[in-house]
């Protein structure tokens, strides 16, 4: 039967449709994160489609009930802005207020300060800056997304952010010699590609530092 359940429900919310005489497809908005209640709810929409083909047995519980609930846009500009850098293994910055986050996006640096315009901008390798009053926190990032919320939230999810203190110079620059060897020397499309990636990683690497 659960095999068959998503079928069921489309069904379910298709007939509803009907009997409202809606004829055309039917798509359920689902609540961006700066539009989540104060106070986990339900998605009524599943949960009595669910109860039509299943009545007697409890509904699974959906995204929406585990969202994390994000205070409403505010009517005016907040003083700062609330930041959570995320890696695929832990999670860099938690909800930190700061005053500015400077990203190196794909299309040149951004500046993200408290009531900036909602965005979703790709991350390229290079200077993530956290500035926090005159205290400044530095990563070299190699890349990602930035999702910049309309409440003044910013998500930092990058595939690896590393402390710019925590990089040895020396080992860059022998990255940056060994892959520009490799680059002039290579012979087929998938070697130039590779050592293409090292030089440009690298070289995002030496200018950081330089930075």
Known sequence: MFRHASRFLIRAAAGDGRSHGRTSAIAVARAF???VPAAPSQDTAFIEAWKKVAP?????????????PRPPTPSAIPPSSPSTSSLPYQSEISSKE???VIIPATTGQMGVLPGHVATI??????L???HEGTEVTKYFVSSGFAFIHANSFADI???????IDRIDPSLVQKGL???TQKLSSATTDLEKAEAQIGVDVHSALNAALSG
């Open 177 to 179: 010699t060994d892959f």
């Open 98 to 100: 700061v005053d500015m």
């Open 128 to 130: 993530l800056s956290v």
């Open 33 to 35: 994160s700066s539009d």
């Open 121 to 126: 901008a790709e991350l390229k390798p290079g």
């Open 56 to 68: 007697n047995i409890e509904p699974p519980k959906t995204p929406l009930e585990f969202m994390k």
């Open 157 to 163: 999810v990058a595939i690896e952010a590393v402390p």
